[in-house]
């Protein structure tokens, strides 16, 4: 998630201001600024990263039971090109995509995740899926941008995208190559500096170098699973299509040559057990500054370890984020809320009580009120459309039940028949 997170922190400071920095199109507010999107979760301009935080944002509160808003639902469906695609985010989505709009893979298959979650956009995802195979690379992965050199991270957010839609990962192949044959030649042997973990990209000699964020990447994705991935022993367990879990924390990287999915796997996450055994959390840093605490990976490093051995080897950098993620995620926005919200998920935490956070009720906080808070599953929504009718569902049942109250005049059985007041954020 390298580059996303370089977008990330482009968006905020695109919300600084630059002079001369292109502003996306959007009607003025009062104040003279420029108005977000309607529907859009984040205050931020969503130049860099509208449908990742979106998508992120949808996933999360899919995944904590709640409904989201048919609005924010519309505005990403609204985002994907005629070919499937998505950039990262697209001013007037009226006007055709062409040449110079720039889609990745990497807000695509994010968008294929959420909305596989949601149900109800088989059309939608089919298109992006059939997007994302034709710009697969000859060595089974994919690279952020169309023809790019495959990363780790690109490959990961695509194989989840794959397996939210039931895709098989790896039986999606170009020149006899599969996702997880790209993974296998990012991960590094069992020998030197890194043993076990997975590399963005080969560096310019060739050489792979260990990198904790790809490695997170990594572990999930060898292991079948998307952004929003489960736990072992939690609802059936996980390794599908990737091979079981184990104990991260305890193992070590073991193996000669080139490992299965399985084994890359549980290599990569006892790294990340021990990168997080000291301190709790993993650092990042910048070029001139001294080592900050680095949330966003540490998340996803919980999420990893969840997933290849379950809640227990993920303890110790859950409860670092419990204690200090507040004031990260706060300033961050909906993307980092609903990453927190996934260690919740992996490790079986409860995200409305994350720390004494309710990360449920700040996610949604961030844009407009969902439907309900006891979503159905996927299968349940499947074939239904979110598409709003203007003024939002749940306003439209409220109004309702305000006027019978008025015109018949007898409230409380009403109000109980109406329907029930969306809960606010």
């Not at 020998?191 to 050489?207: E, N």
Request: aromatic fraction near 6%; charged fraction near 15%.
């Amino acid at each position: 998630m390298n580059i996303r997170r370089c977008a990330a922190a482009l968006a905020a400071v695109a919300v600084i201001g630059i002079p001369g920095s292109p502003a996306f199109a959007a009607s003025p507010s009062p104040s003279g600024k420029a108005a977000l999107p309607d529907g859009l979760y984040g205050s931020t301009d969503p130049k860099y990263d509208g449908v990742w935080r979106q998508s992120l944002a949808l996933l999360a509160q899919h995944t904590a039971g709640v409904r989201p808003a048919a609005r924010a639902v519309d505005w990403l469906t609204e985002q994907q090109c005629a070919d499937g695609s998505y950039a990262a985010f697209r001013a007037d989505p009226a006007r055709a995509c062409d040449a110079k709009v720039m889609v990745d893979t990497n807000s695509t298959a994010a968008a294929v995740q959420a909305l596989a979650a949601l149900g109800g956009h088989d059309a939608a995802t089919g298109k992006a899926v059939a997007w994302l195979k034709s710009v697969q690379n000859k060595d089974g992965g994919w690279g952020y941008t169309a023809g790019g050199p495959s990363d780790t991270n690109s490959t990961a957010v695509v194989v989840g995208a794959l397996a939210a839609v039931g895709e098989k990962p790896a039986a999606v192949v170009k020149d006899g190559k599969s996702p997880y044959d790209a993974l296998l030649g990012l991960a590094l042997p069992c020998s030197g500096d890194g043993a076990g973990a997975f590399a963005y990209q080969p560096d310019k000699k060739g050489k792979l170098v260990a990198n904790a964020d790809a490695t997170a990447a990594g572990v999930v994705a060898a292991l079948g699973q998307g952004l929003a991935a489960t736990g072992v022993g939690k609802d059936g367990g996980a390794g599908k299509d990737g091979g079981a879990g184990g104990d991260a924390a305890a193992a070590k990287c073991v193996g000669d040559g080139k490992p299965t999915a399985a084994q890359a796997a549980a290599n990569g996450a006892a790294y990340l057990a021990h990168e997080v055994a000291k301190d709790g959390y993993l650092t990042s840093v910048l070029p001139g500054a001294t080592a900050q605490p680095d949330y966003g990976n540490t998340a996803d490093t919980v999420v990893a370890l969840a997933a290849q051995g379950g809640a227990a080897q993920a303890k110790k950098p859950l409860e670092w984020l419990e204690k200090h993620a507040e004031a990260w995620a706060k300033q961050s926005g909906p993307a980092a809320y609903a990453q927190l919200v996934f260690a919740a998920h992996a490790t079986g935490a409860d995200p409305r009580d994350f720390g004494g956070l309710d990360l449920v009720k700040a996610l949604n906080a961030t844009g407009p009120a969902p439907e309900a808070t006891d979503a159905p599953t996927a299968g349940d929504n499947a074939g239904k459309s979110t598409k709003s009718d203007g003024g939002g569902h749940a306003a439209v049942w409220w109004t309702g039940g305000i006027l019978l109250v008025v015109v018949i005049a007898v409230g409380f059985m009403l109000s109980r028949r109406g329907g029930k007041r969306v809960q606010q954020p």
